[in-house]
């Protein structure tokens, strides 16, 4: 009897390749699409077994495709990162007749324990753990200083991980000039409310052309320094609007993470934490356990090779699978220093950034509206969104709106912030949690989409 046929229906290329990873291992046939228009006709050329689809799509709303699926005859689960809460799922299993609602991030075994009830068959044993999907978590962060992660070098090639120090190269001479050359804009800098560094005399970034924004942090040795404080949006804000190839520089203690641009797009991270080691990552994502980190470790440190190159060749691990978690890790990196409210940044450019087989495929203004909901305290969101305060629109946004994923309520926040409503009356006619809210207030007014009087 031939293995059932599944559909997985996603336009994150990364979670496609994991799924179908996932569900080829334990036995079936999988195709994969990113778009709705494309899986319906697959669904109608291939009739799959069960169709697994995403709801938010760049074509079609899942509901959409479920809609075609129903007429079809076809089973089918939902998954969703955006649509969330009791509600919406028992509507997608009532009024759409899905078989299951999955809200990301997901255990792995949980969405294959609803396929196997959907399309049961005698599958090969295999052995699953549980994964998360696109989640940035916070790492405890030991004082004393740790190695690096091995997998980008800082400093050069051939530059064993462990024995250099974390460290930002200077600009040279073409990029200062370029910075002091900038153009002004013709109206004074704006003190944005969310900036707030004491060695800063103006708004940083807020009301500036890029250029000028970074003028205005402390240099020394041709690298800009100043505090972390609440000013990480604007860093990252900075670097696009500056289109600017080169390194920011984190510290708080003996902890140092450096993020890479090119083009002003954020392409990779570096941590001195045992915590953000790929190893490590790996375990906590439940792809491999301490035993084989401990072996692969001590092969690795006997050869002087990757512990990733020797998980490979163990057989614990594909060059696919890695490529993906070190994304990951990547991405745990950046969410990580979120978190900071304390430590000092240096900004370095140089002419051309590192060379590396992974590079991110994220938009900073996603990356920041998810760094402030995920890891952006209750405390924290208050401060800097107080309830007197009455959001308007920016007349100068860091990005365009149409680079932001909005939940649909979160989209429906924006015409309230019109001036005419503190943020205690916005909160109260949402019908959301207040952190719900304040996280994406915060969110919006760090990508400057929305300013606050």
């Known amino acids: 009897m031939p293995a059932p046929r599944i559909l997985v229906l996603d336009d994150n290329p990364e979670l496609l390749t994991l799924l179908s990873s996932a569900f080829e291992e334990a036995g079936y046939q999988v195709q994969t699409a990113a778009r709705g228009r494309t899986a319906l006709e697959l669904v109608r050329k291939e009739r799959p077994d069960l169709v697994i689809v995403d709801v938010l799509l760049p074509d079609l709303m899942g509901f ?22 009791g509600k919406v799922s028992s509507n997608a299993t009532g009024r759409y007749g899905a078989l299951a609602y999955f809200e990301k991030p997901f255990e792995r075994t949980a969405l294959l324990a609803a396929v196997r009830k959907a399309v049961p068959f005698a599958e090969p044993h295999r052995k699953v753990e549980s994964w998360d999907v696109d989640v940035g978590p916070q790492v405890t962060e030991a004082a004393e200083a740790m190695q690096l ?3 980008i070098d800082l400093v050069g090639h051939g530059v064993v991980a462990g024995t250099s120090p974390l460290r930002l190269k200077p600009m040279d001479r073409d990029q200062m000039q370029r910075l002091r050359d900038a ?8 003190m944005h409310p969310m900036v707030q560094s004491t060695k800063v005399t103006t708004g940083p970034i807020a009301g500036e052309e890029s250029g000028e924004a970074l003028q205005n942090f402390p240099q020394r040795d041709g ?5 972390l404080k ?22 708080k203690g003996q902890v140092k993470k450096i993020i890479y641009f090119e083009g002003g797009m954020p392409v990779f991270a570096l941590s001195n934490l045992v915590a953000d080691r790929l190893g490590q990552f790996l375990v906590r994502a439940g792809k491999i356990d301490e035993d084989t980190l401990r072996h692969a470790a001590e ?25 993906y978690y070190v994304g990951q890790q990547i991405k745990s990196i950046l969410y990580s220093v979120f978190a900071w409210e304390e430590g ?14 992974i590079k991110l495929d994220i938009h900073p203004a996603n990356l920041i509206m998810r760094g402030v ?32 994923e909005l939940q649909a309520w979160e989209a429906h926040l924006l015409p309230r912030c019109d001036g005419s409503r503190t943020v205690a009356e916005i909160i109260k006619r949402s019908g959301k949690a207040e952190p719900d809210v304040l996280g994406t207030l915060v969110g919006l007014t760090s990508l400057r989409v929305i300013d606050l009087r």
């Open 64 to 85: 959409d495709v479920a809609e075609a699926l129903k007429r079809l005859k076809i089973p089918f689960i939902f998954m969703s990162g955006v649509h969330k809460g």
């Open 149 to 151: 992660t091995g997998h």
């Open 183 to 190: 153009k002004p804009i013709s109206s004074p800098p704006v």
């Open 223 to 227: 690298v800009r320094k100043g505090e």
């Open 230 to 251: 609440d000013n990480l949006p604007h860093l990252l804000a900075a670097f696009y609007q500056a289109k600017e190839t080169g390194e920011l520089g984190l510290q």
């Open 299 to 323: 092969e690795a440190a006997a050869t002087r090779q990757r512990t990733g190159d020797v998980l490979i060749l163990m057989g614990a691990l594909t060059e696919e699978e890695r490529l």
């Open 344 to 357: 000092s940044f240096n900004l370095s450019f140089q002419a051309r950034a590192r060379k590396e087989a």
């Open 373 to 404: 909901k995920k890891l952006y305290k209750a405390d924290r969101l208050r401060r800097l969104m107080p309830d007197s305060v009455r959001p308007v629109p920016s007349q100068e946004p860091y990005f365009n709106l149409s680079d932001v």
